[in-house]
């Protein structure tokens, strides 16, 4: 063929490898983010924070001065592990040497990462059930198999994952959501930290630890210890999403010293680093006023944990008796059952919309049976006012009042 006779790029068909053949269809995150929806409807989707919590001035005052530094180097490339400011605070906050820090694009970033550097193509992956579903999207890189977990009150079900070890089953990864966990909201006791760890190290799998909530916890200090963070097992996975905002796309890993190299070879493959330029901010900004990201934290939490409260208590008054509601200790949402078992959960979904009330239902968040997942619903209430909540539990238990008609 000459160069004369070789199609033009129009012409010629844009083949897709069989990895990219094999994703699933992007469903959204769930259908209700594609269906049609009241003008005014109240949105309690995602796990998404609040502006009025997010240091914007601060963040603007840090791009000033990071644009005044000689030289510039915020707009230069920078080390694949991340700039040395942000490995060293964040090293710092997670009680590990700097050398265990690479910064990514985000925890889902992170994830990936993770993945592409320790499953191989057809691995069994224990995973949580009920499930924070965007994982097993990123799973679909290395076309693992999963083992399906329960997830109790408490978080993962360790005495099960401990049995189905025993039983024969050799996973290369597990993946699990420690602290307030999405959707569930139970965390992983220290001593559950401790056993997963040890199950890890015993049975020779690595733990995907991801943990964008840690932060988030409305009362109490963070545990001293951390078993995470001291194991040849684990890769911690953290983000600034929920506290200084999704869009600096700026998160971290805490990783085993022996596998530094290895993920820092998969990611100079890829992107190089993240931006030097959002890392340099986001480093001003912590660094510039040591208290600030506490103090940051300390309104995060209070604003949450108050809107935590008022959508619970304003469901248990608006639909007395109608779900099991606990309220949550931290993170972003509530997680309420159906008592009823002739409640039909898709059809009080569907006239939730109608009502004009958006929410996930807890079925799209299984991994596998034995969950009442499908009996649940996730109430994302980060950026909603007090009163839209209370007006969101007005809607739904209008909704709920249809199916008693
Ligand atoms: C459990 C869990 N992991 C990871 C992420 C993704 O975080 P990021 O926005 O930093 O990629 C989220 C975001 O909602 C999450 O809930």
């Given at each position: 063929m000459t160069l004369d006779t070789l199609p033009t790029l129009d012409a010629r068909q844009l083949e897709r490898t069989a990895l990219v053949r094999a994703f699933?269809?992007?469903?959204?995150?769930?259908d209700q983010t594609l269906r049609d929806r009241r003008a005014d409807a109240i949105e309690l989707l995602g796990g998404i924070p609040d502006p009025a919590v997010l240091p914007a001035h601060e963040l603007a005052d840090a791009t000033a001065r990071v644009l005044a530094q000689p030289g510039l180097p915020a707009l230069q490339y920078s080390r694949t592990e991340g700039i040395p400011a942000l490995r060293e605070w964040i090293a710092a906050r997670e009680g590990v040497p700097a050398s265990r820090i690479l910064v990514t694009n985000g925890g889902f970033h992170g994830l990936a990462l993770a993945i592409q550097t320790t499953v191989e193509r057809g691995d069994l992956v224990a995973v949580d059930n009920?499930?924070?579903?965007l994982f097993l999207r990123g799973l679909e890189l290395s076309d693992a198999r999963i083992l399906p977990v329960r997830v109790g009150p408490h978080g993962l079900d360790v005495d099960e994952l401990g049995a189905v070890l025993r039983g024969g089953a050799r996973p290369a990864a597990l993946y699990t959501v420690p602290d307030f966990h999405n959707p569930t909201q139970g965390s992983l006791s220290l001593e559950g930290r401790r056993e997963l760890v040890r199950l890890a190290e015993h049975y020779g799998f690595v733990v995907f630890?991801?943990?964008?909530?840690?932060?988030?916890?409305?009362?109490?200090?963070?545990?001293?210890?951390?078993?995470f963070n001291h194991s040849e097992r684990v890769i911690h996975v953290n983000t600034f999403t929920k506290t200084l905002g999704p869009g600096l796309r700026l998160g971290w890993l805490v990783l085993p010293e022996s596998l530094v190299p290895d993920v820092v070879a998969v990611r100079s493959r890829q992107d190089?680093?993240?931006s030097t330029f959002v890392q340099a901010v986001v480093a001003e900004l912590l660094t510039h006023d040591a208290g600030l990201f506490d103090a940051t934290l300390d309104r995060a939490r209070a604003l949450y944990g108050s809107r935590a409260r008022t959508l619970a208590e304003a469901i248990d008054r608006e639909a007395p008796g109608e779900f099991e509601v606990e309220v949550p200790t931290g993170g972003l949402f509530l997680w309420p059952r159906l008592r009823d078992a002739r409640v039909d959960a898709d059809r009080l979904a569907a006239d939730a919309s109608t009502e004009g009330v958006e929410y996930q239902r807890g079925s799209f968040f299984p991994s596998g049976p034995g969950t009442d997942a499908d009996r649940r619903l996730r109430l994302?209430?980060?950026?909603?006012t007090e009163d839209r909540l209370a007006e969101a539990a007005t809607r739904l238990a209008r909704a709920l009042r249809r199916q008693r008609e």
């Open positions: 699933t269809a992007p469903k959204g995150f769930g009920p499930i924070f579903p630890a991801d943990n964008p909530y840690r932060e988030l916890r409305f009362a109490g200090g963070v545990p001293e210890e951390e078993p190089s680093h993240s994302a209430f980060g950026d909603t």
